[in-house]
């Protein structure tokens, strides 16, 4: 697990400043030129970083049933078919309903280490080599589970990562945006004080309505604690919420961040300061951010010079891993080598694992 809070502390060091040669890689930083990459095949898996993933949502329909049945649990559903029909979603709050409904059946620390572990193997398939794992610690306290059980739960999992599945890891706490502000710093507050070895935090669910700036001090104490700092803006929510994460929250990183299109002012500025931009193709689709992928602006984002990488949210519920959203922008955008293995250089740069592991992951890329 790479969760060193010495490096933690750090600021991002592509963040404003030009492109530069990473040590010993031959790779470009962030804006590398079409020969400094390597050529692959297009079925070839590359090294990535997935750095938008929420634990819970690698929740597959036949784990919840087994989970079920495990903890003496009886599911509103009648088999892995009805539960399967419900993935169909109109909004980000009919995901909400379903996502917070399939919770129910985690109720042991045994249960988030396997779910962390099923997605670890999955990743893995997937080119995942670094992975950085959001957890809603509120969603469980709320359902009478502890911070420790599912704190400690996921982090038996990931403690043994790199041996069992190739990944690094580091765990950020999320904190629910559609809670009160007062809620959250008492959650970071058990964390800090159980020592539970996060790296970050982060903020998801709900957009809409609850905008950065209720979460001001949550950040600012986050900061002290010499957490790094990610946010979900710019999914549902304005381009102003993208703004205000980046100057109320001071966070490093944009998780989504795709409506930032429609301010030509804020793409200049990202693409200035580098800014990181975690975009999930697959789950705007499901949630009906965009009405195809076809519509995504994720080409657009690309040609404007932003720093984005693919990920994939939710998997279990948004149709697909990190590698089914890369083959399917590839059949939809025919995205060439030079652009995947740019993708995949963004995420391991915009990742906050230490400087000698992203050399590894670049070295990686870089042999192709
Ligand atoms: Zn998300």
Do not use: W
């Amino acid at each position: 697990m790479d969760n060193n809070r010495d490096t933690a502390a750090d600021p991002l060091p592509q963040t404003g400043l030009p492109a530069t040669e990473v040590p010993g890689t031959g790779l470009l930083g962030t804006e590398p030129s079409e020969t400094d990459l390597p050529v692959t095949e297009a079925a070839q898996l590359l090294p990535v970083a997935e750095l938008h993933l929420h634990i819970e949502g690698t929740l597959q329909p036949e784990l919840i049933f087994e989970l079920a049945e495990r903890n003496g649990i009886t599911l509103p559903y009648s088999g892995l078919e009805e539960l399967r029909g419900l993935y169909e979603f109109s909004d980000l709050q009919s995901f909400l309903n379903l996502y917070y409904a399939n919770m129910a059946v985690l109720q042991t620390e045994q249960d988030f280490a396997d779910m962390t572990s099923a997605y670890l193997a999955r990743a893995a398939a997937a080119g995942v080599r670094h992975a950085e794992i959001m957890m809603d610690p509120q969603a469980h306290l709320s359902r009478g589970v502890s911070l420790e059980t599912c704190v400690n739960g996921v982090v038996s999992a990931l403690a043994t990562s790199q041996e069992d599945f190739g990944i690094s890891t580091l765990l950020i706490a999320a904190f629910l945006r559609d809670l009160s502000e007062e809620s959250a710093l008492e959650v970071l507050d058990g964390l800090l004080a159980m020592n539970a070895p996060i790296a970050a935090i982060g903020l998801d669910s709900a957009e809409v309505g609850n905008p950065p700036a209720k979460f001001e001090r949550l950040f600012a104490k986050a900061r002290e604690a010499g957490l790094r700092l990610t946010a979900h803006a710019g999914e549902e929510g304005p381009p102003s919420y993208i703004i205000d994460a980046l100057d109320i929250l001071g966070v490093e990183r944009i998780d989504h961040g795709i409506r930032c299109m429609e301010d030509p002012e804020l793409v200049e500025r990202l693409v200035a300061d580098r800014i990181p931009l975690t975009v999930c193709p697959l789950s705007n689709v499901r949630l009906r951010a965009v009405d195809t992928l076809a519509d995504h602006p994720l080409p657009a984002m690309l040609a404007a010079g932003l720093n984005v990488s693919v990920n994939s949210d939710d998997p279990a519920y948004f149709g697909g891993y990190v590698d089914d959203n890369f083959s399917q922008l590839k059949a939809v955008f025919d995205l060439s080598d030079f652009d995947r293995a740019r993708l995949a250089a963004n995420s391991i740069h915009s990742s906050f694992a230490s400087e000698e592991r992203k050399a590894e992951l670049l070295d990686e890329l870089n042999a192709g």
